[in-house]
């Protein structure tokens, strides 16, 4: 990937099931620079702790830290994928053990400086979009485009249940979903903070379509030149 010698940045933030890795990884894909995610990332690290020992009774950062460097970033097409002891890490990410932990790995200070640094490293030298915690206030504070997407709790919940069963989910799923996304908002509230001068979308309405044309215009016209020369 390379923009000459300047770093170009989108960040997009938001809460859980706001969308924010899908809509960054399509926005990449039409800028045709390369798309980092963070999640992916804390998820991958809180997998490799339960490689380690499925119990959570005696984990601890320091527990936590010694699994973290398993797992790498490699570019592949124009995202960089994770691997975990050095193989590509799928549906693994998002089985109930890491999604029930994860929230926790992400609060261990250790574990997001080391994940910031990744991120970080990814975006040395070239333009790329990034998603997830702190994207436009810890770890990017100077990014071009800040982004942060928000969506009510009751379509967020529809949105996850619909990608999790492949089909529309019943009242009482999306009911149920929804207060483990309030709980889980709660649990990220620290590390789930607007930046001051990001563009909030309301996605509730909005098709992935229309969400991703906009931020691509917005991309577009804070790159100034109005096109993007990045190699792929």
């Not at 926790?104 to 080391?114: D, I, T």
Request: aromatic share 4%; with cysteine.
């Amino acid at each position: 990937m390379s923009q000459g010698d300047q770093e170009f940045v989108v960040a997009i933030d938001g809460p859980a099931a706001s969308g924010k890795s899908s809509t960054a990884k399509r926005v990449a894909e039409r800028l045709g620079v390369h798309h980092a995610d963070s999640g992916a990332l804390y998820r991958a690290v809180t997998a490799a702790r339960l490689r380690q020992a499925g119990s959570t009774d005696h984990w601890s950062v320091e527990s936590v830290m010694h699994s973290a460097p398993r797992v790498t970033l490699h570019r592949e097409g124009t995202s960089f994928a994770v691997n975990l002891d050095g193989k590509p890490v799928g549906a693994e990410l998002h089985e109930a053990a890491v999604t029930a932990l994860v929230s926790v790995v992400a609060k261990m200070q250790p574990v997001r400086e080391w994940v910031n640094e990744q991120m970080r490293s990814c975006a040395r030298g070239g333009a790329i979009v990034v998603d997830g915690r702190d994207m436009g206030t810890a770890v990017f504070p100077d990014a071009q485009l800040k982004i942060f997407l928000i969506a009510n709790v009751r379509e967020r919940a529809r949105r996850r249940l619909l990608q999790r069963l492949g089909r529309a989910p019943m009242e009482d799923e999306i009911s149920s979903e929804a207060e483990a996304l309030r709980q889980r908002d709660e649990k990220d509230a620290a590390q789930t903070q607007q930046a001051l001068d990001a563009v909030v979308i309301d996605t509730t309405h909005l098709t992935q379509a229309e969400q991703v044309e906009r931020i691509v215009e917005l991309a577009l016209v804070a790159r100034g030149s109005g096109e993007f020369r990045g190699e792929k």
